[in-house]
């Protein structure tokens, strides 16, 4: 069974600092994977999917990468701001419909 | 203009007591999904409709019954509550070609 983790737990960074999120996936028969990013008491907002054939997407300050052979992928946030700080979760698919959620990094960008 | 939006956002009741939870999504996708997320923020997924039709049922008790009357909606019925189910619902939707999640803002259970 797919599991996906999520390294560091928590994070608390000075602003302006660039800083890099990890997730990690046992099986990489993968379809795509997928980040997101929730606000206290809110749903999940998509960040980034990256398609199993592709290495990377990038989002204004946001570049997420996929290394499947390895069963890794990076979430790099560029010039970190305050409006930053959520908890970002990742998610592998192993088919269309399947998905199998990280244990999510919260992020706090201090001021 | 709301893509997946989900009643109520807030729920209180006691236990025994039976409620639903109502999910809707103006994006057109053929797939629609239930989470829960519990106290540590874990996602688990409970089912998975496409196009109506049950696709996904993981190991959930059997009190909770989803129904879809048409793609676009998704609701969750739970009988009996207990303690143990008080926990965030997220609906959400997707399109099997592309795999990208959208979600509702969420359903916060506590059962007393």
């Known amino acids: 069974k797919q599991e996906v983790t999520q390294i560091p737990a928590a994070l608390s960074v000075p602003e302006g600092e660039n800083l890099v999120l990890n997730c990690s996936f046992t099986?990489?028969?993968?379809?795509?994977l997928q980040w997101f990013r929730q606000d206290p008491g809110k749903g999940l907002t998509s960040l980034l999917l990256?398609?199993?054939?592709?290495r990377e997407q990038t989002s204004g300050r946001l570049n997420a990468s996929l290394d499947k052979s390895s069963g890794r992928s990076t979430l790099y946030i560029a010039a970190s701001q305050p409006g930053d700080s959520a908890t970002y979760l990742c998610a592998v698919t192993v088919s269309g419909n399947q998905f199998y959620f990280g244990t999510g990094t919260s992020l706090t960008v201090i001021p | 203009d709301t893509a997946v939006s989900q009643t109520p956002k807030y729920l209180v009741t006691q236990m025994g007591n039976d409620k639903s939870i109502k999910c809707e999504q103006n994006?057109?996708?053929?797939?629609m999904y239930w989470y829960k997320q519990d106290s540590k923020k874990f996602l688990k997924i409970m089912f998975s409709?496409?196009?109506?039709?049950?696709?996904i049922n993981e190991t959930v008790p059997n009190r909770f019954s989803p129904k879809s009357p048409d793609k676009a909606h998704l609701n969750l019925h739970i009988n009996s509550l207990e303690l143990g189910d008080s926990a965030v619902y997220f609906c959400?939707?997707?399109?099997?070609?592309?795999?990208?999640?959208?979600f509702g803002e969420g359903s916060r259970l506590t059962v007393l």
């Open positions: 994006l057109g996708h053929d797939t």
């Open positions: 959400a939707s997707g399109q099997g070609s592309t795999g990208e999640l959208f």
């Open positions: 409709y496409n196009n109506k039709e049950l696709i």
């Open positions: 990256i398609q199993s054939s592709q």
């Open positions: 099986d990489s028969a993968i379809y795509n």
